[in-house]
C-alpha cells in the first residue's frame, strides 16, 4: 500500500511539473479577437514563380488587396535598422554569398528580391502600406542584439494603429515581450525536432519542439508546423493556448486547419480571408 501511495504521488508530482513547464500565458479576450480566425499570408502574397517575391512591398499590397492577415518577418542590418527579411543570408533571395546584417540599409537597396525591381524594405515602411488594414504576425529573428531588436522593435509597433501580435522561435525573445509588454500577444513558434537538427542540438531541438520554454516565456499562442504536433503541445493548447499552424499550402486539408487553429499561415492559394468561429452557435 505504502509503495502505491508512493507512487501515485510521483505520478501528481510529475504531472504538475509538466503542467508548470508547459502552462501558457493568460490573455484577455479583446487581445485576440481582432486576430483570430483568420489566414496570414505567409510573407506577404507572394508566388511560386517569384514573380512578386516574399517579404516584398507588393506581396503586402496584394495581401491587404485581398483582405488576408499578413506573417512577416524582422532583422536588423548593419546599422541598425529595422527590415523585413527572413533568411540570415541573402544567398537564397538576393544571390549575395553574405549575411545581411553585414550590410547597412543603403547597401542592401542596391540588391533585388528574386532579380525584380522589389528590394527588401524598412518595417516602418511595411507598416505604413498595411496601416491597419489587416492583422499582422510579426515575428522576430533570432540573432545577435535580440534584445535590442525587441526593444526598438516596440518602440515602432506602440505607436502603429493596427492589430498584431509577435513571435518568435527564440523563446528569450518571447520572455522579453512578457517582462516588457504583457499587453502584446505573443506567440511560440515551434516544430518537430528535425526542422531544428541544423541549428540546434538534440536536446535542445526537443526542448523546443516540446515547448518546455513555455516555463520561461509563457506565450499566449504556439504556432507550429503543419506536421503533427507533440501531444505537450496539444496539453498547453487544453491548458489555454491558442493554437496557429505554418505553413498550409494548397495540396494541404486548408478546412482541417481552419477547423483546429486559430490562426493558419498559408502560402501558394487563395483561401478564404476569414474562416469561420466553430464555437459560435
Known amino acids: 500500500m505504502?509503495?502505491?501511495?508512493?507512487?501515485?504521488?510521483?505520478?501528481?508530482?510529475?504531472?504538475?511539473?509538466?503542467?508548470?513547464?508547459?502552462?501558457?500565458?493568460?490573455?484577455?479576450?479583446?487581445?485576440?479577437?481582432?486576430?483570430?480566425?483568420?489566414?496570414?499570408?505567409?510573407?506577404?502574397?507572394?508566388?511560386?514563380?517569384?514573380?512578386?517575391p516574399e517579404n516584398s512591398m507588393t506581396a503586402f499590397r496584394k495581401a491587404v488587396e485581398h483582405g488576408y492577415g499578413i506573417e512577416?518577418?524582422?532583422?536588423?542590418?548593419?546599422?541598425?535598422?529595422?527590415?523585413?527579411?527572413?533568411?540570415?543570408?541573402l544567398n537564397r533571395v538576393c544571390?549575395?554569398?553574405?549575411?545581411?546584417?553585414?550590410?547597412?540599409?543603403k547597401e542592401l537597396k542596391q540588391f533585388s528580391l528574386c532579380n525584380t525591381n522589389e528590394h527588401i524594405p524598412l518595417f516602418t515602411d511595411v507598416l505604413k502600406l498595411v496601416n491597419g488594414k489587416v492583422p499582422l504576425i510579426v515575428e522576430l529573428k533570432n540573432?545577435?542584439?535580440?534584445?535590442?531588436?525587441?526593444e526598438k522593435a516596440y518602440k515602432i509597433l506602440k505607436s502603429y494603429q493596427g492589430?498584431?501580435?509577435?513571435?518568435?522561435?527564440?523563446?528569450?525573445?518571447?520572455?522579453?515581450?512578457?517582462?516588457?509588454?504583457?499587453e502584446i500577444l505573443r506567440g511560440q513558434l515551434s516544430a518537430g525536432p528535425n526542422e531544428f537538427k541544423k541549428q540546434?542540438?538534440?536536446?535542445?531541438?526537443?526542448?523546443?519542439?516540446?515547448?518546455?520554454?513555455?516555463?520561461?516565456?509563457?506565450?499566449h499562442f504556439i504556432a507550429y508546423h503543419k506536421k503533427k504536433s507533440a501531444?505537450?503541445?496539444?496539453?498547453?493548447?487544453?491548458?489555454?493556448?491558442?493554437?496557429?499552424?505554418w505553413t498550409v499550402r494548397k495540396n494541404d486539408d486548408s478546412a482541417h486547419y481552419e477547423n483546429t487553429n486559430k490562426m493558419v499561415i498559408f502560402e501558394y492559394y487563395s483561401p478564404e480571408p476569414k474562416y469561420k468561429n466553430n464555437n459560435q452557435k
Open 2 to 52: 505504502n509503495v502505491i501511495i508512493t507512487l501515485l504521488i510521483i505520478l501528481i508530482v510529475f504531472i504538475l511539473l509538466v503542467i508548470f513547464l508547459i502552462a501558457p500565458g493568460k490573455y484577455k479576450k479583446s487581445m485576440v479577437a481582432p486576430l483570430e480566425y483568420r489566414n496570414y499570408a505567409h510573407r506577404g502574397l507572394h508566388n511560386k514563380s517569384k514573380t512578386i
Open 200 to 219: 540546434l542540438t538534440k536536446s535542445q531541438a526537443y526542448v523546443i519542439s516540446r515547448v518546455l520554454t513555455n516555463v520561461i516565456a509563457r506565450p
Open 72 to 89: 512577416l518577418d524582422i532583422q536588423f542590418t548593419k546599422d541598425g535598422q529595422i527590415v523585413v527579411f527572413h533568411d540570415d543570408t
Open 163 to 182: 492589430d498584431f501580435c509577435v513571435e518568435s522561435f527564440q523563446p528569450l525573445i518571447v520572455a522579453w515581450f512578457k517582462k516588457n509588454a504583457p
Open 95 to 105: 544571390g549575395i554569398d553574405n549575411r545581411l546584417d553585414f550590410y547597412t540599409y
Open 143 to 150: 540573432g545577435p542584439k535580440n534584445r535590442l531588436l525587441c
Open 231 to 245: 501531444w505537450l503541445v496539444k496539453l498547453s493548447e487544453f491548458l489555454g493556448a491558442i493554437p496557429a499552424v
